[in-house]
């Protein structure tokens, strides 16, 4: 019985719109909102604890924010993301075209293509 209730539980929050991510241990690939600036960054769960969690971003900067302000890491090929092209510091928009772990292809919209690790990509 006290599965069902946590599936009808799990099922009720995704109904809901909510986008946490559910299963939060440590080690988990997330999606965080960095510093709350409405840009979603690629990273691992270091620690949890008193309804928080502190990500360690593919970048490599850390940050301890509340449960519910991280998504599970959903990237796929085709997804559209924005990128630094080349580590210039602007970000550019285009499409997932390769994954392999931190390893990610992206064609641009403006015709460039580029293989770089995902700490250099986030989502809105």
Wanted: proline letters at 2%.
């Amino acid at each position: 019985m006290k599965n069902v209730l946590s599936i009808i539980m799990a099922a009720s929050f995704l109904a809901s719109g909510a986008s946490a991510a559910l299963a939060q241990t440590k080690g988990d690939w997330v999606l965080g909102n960095y510093k709350g600036a409405g840009y979603w960054f690629p990273g691992v769960i270091e620690k949890i604890g008193g309804g928080s969690v502190t990500i360690r971003y593919d970048d490599g900067d850390r940050e301890t924010v509340a449960s519910s302000a991280v998504r599970p890491y959903d990237w796929m090929i085709g997804m559209k993301v924005e990128c630094n092209y080349k580590g210039a510091g602007d970000w550019y928009p285009g499409k997932i075209t390769a994954l392999a772990g931190e390893k990610i292809g992206i064609a641009y919209d403006d015709g460039d293509k580029e293989s770089t690790r995902t700490g250099r990509c986030r989502t809105q």
